[in-house]
């Protein structure tokens, strides 16, 4: 089905056309024509399927259609990268159109985000806590918002967030339609949804858990104080265009980053020590290419949309499955192809265990032929901030860690 045959309004076509769409992705085809007849949505979808666009278009064409009358939509996402990408998502698509967004984040000074609300935008783009605040102060710009789309529900319910979010959905008084977005369905978001949401038309893009199709995944097991030596060794010995590496904390990720860039890569970092201006110019170098490498924290691991991430690695292995999902979700984005690796100390066996289990797939150990697993590396981890309790003794390195008929990764 082309792009065409949704009946966009010409002046979203164009700037789809511009974009380089020309099939929908199934959670658009799905969620679209519902969404333009004013349907309440209830979307389980990955990020990288597309879903900005499944939510924003329909809302987008409905709004030309409808007098100018103060903010008309409010999209609440958890955080400020990804709202930042739905913003700017919204102006791309309506650049040839009389409507507007704003974005109200956290991180950033409130005076100009309120008069950013004042002048009012049509469509509004928050993260939940500075929406709040200014919400309060200004509950009579929002008198007039039908739509509400809440993006990521389940990060929001993990970050903290459905307190806010609730608060906020109290205050949209006039709210008619609903859109809610979530990579997974916890019994609280299908509450959330239960409660919000009317006769939704529901949409679920593939398995709960499932990890994006066209990502290779591979498991090195290696031990906790060998691991910044083996990312090096990676990263010198693989070709890796693009990569994205995940630390636990900031501090390994700002350790990490100063090592690799002596190692004379270029890098940048993305965590919570740094400033919402070095956040934005690192993600944008990154994104435009200036960086071959991206260090952050769990923060990136949702919502960031880079289109050539080639490589996601895992410096540890998180104890919540679904943030590995997430991460590695960075890479094969809309069905481009991606390698994912993740490396494993033996006491994070259990957890990388628990993840196999969600993913419905045992991921191959890899062993490197040219890489000395018997070097003496620093005391402590050095990628880990806290060891994880006691190492247990059954877990050798070479446990399930055999390369023998594993391939080492492609060397291209
Ligand atoms: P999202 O899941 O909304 O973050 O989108 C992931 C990526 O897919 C973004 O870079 C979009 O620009 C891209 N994308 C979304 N829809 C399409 C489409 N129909 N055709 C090609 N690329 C798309």
Redesign the pocket.
């Known amino acids: 089905m082309p ?1 065409q045959a949704f009946g966009l309004h010409p002046l979203l076509q164009r700037a789809v056309k511009e ?7 199934p959670v ?1 085809a799905g969620a679209i024509p519902p969404a333009l007849l004013g349907r309440d949505i209830l979307a389980t979808a990955q ?8 939510f924003v278009l329909p809302i987008l064409h409905r709004l030309m259609a409808q007098p100018k009358k103060g903010i008309r939509v409010v999209v609440i996402s958890p955080t400020r990268e990804l709202a930042a ?1 739905i913003e700017d ?1 919204c102006r791309g698509f309506a650049k040839h159109t009389d409507l507007t967004s704003t974005l109200i984040v956290g991180g950033r000074p409130i005076g100009p985000q309120e008069r950013a609300l004042k002048s009012a935008p049509d469509v509004v783009v928050a993260t939940p806590g500075r929406l709040l605040d200014l919400m309060k102060q200004n509950a009579n710009l929002f008198f007039g918002t039908t739509v509400l789309v809440l993006d990521e529900a389940d990060s929001m319910l993990d970050m903290g967030f459905l307190p806010d979010v609730k608060r906020i959905v109290a205050k949209l008084t006039g709210r008619k339609q609903t859109l809610l977005f979530s990579a997974t369905m916890p019994p609280t978001i299908a509450k959330l949804a239960g409660e919000l949401l009317r006769k939704p038309e529901t949409i679920q893009i593939g398995r709960r858990t499932a990890t994006a199709v066209g990502i290779t995944q591979a498991a090195y097991p290696v031990p906790a104080n060998l691991k910044m030596a083996l990312l090096r060794h990676l990263l010198r010995h693989t070709e890796m265009p693009s990569i994205l590496v995940f630390t636990r904390t900031k501090h390994a990720a700002k350790k990490l980053a100063k090592q690799v860039a002596i190692d004379g890569f270029t890098v940048a970092e993305l965590h919570s020590n740094r400033s919402p201006a070095q956040r934005t110019s690192a993600m944008a170098g990154f994104k435009r290419g200036d960086c071959q490498v991206m260090v952050a924290t769990n923060i990136a691991a949702r ?1 960031l ?1 880079v ?1 050539h991430v080639t490589h996601v690695i895992s410096t540890d292995v998180p104890d919540v499955p679904e943030d590995y999902v997430h991460r590695i979700g960075r890479t094969g ?2 069905g481009a192809s991606g390698d994912a690796f993740i490396l494993v100390s033996p006491d994070e066996e259990d957890s990388l265990a628990r993840i196999e289990r969600q993913v419905g797939q045992r991921l191959p150990r890899i062993t490197l032929p040219d890489f000395d697993y018997k070097q003496a590396g620093p005391a402590m981890p050095t990628m880990t901030a806290a060891p994880r309790g006691p190492r247990p003794a059954r877990a050798s390195q070479a446990r399930g860690g055999s390369s023998r008929g594993n391939k080492p990764p492609r060397r291209r």
């Open positions: 792009f974009l380089g769409y020309t099939e929908p992705t658009q990020t990288g399927t597309g879903k900005t666009a499944a990408q998502a919502g949309d289109a984005r809309a």
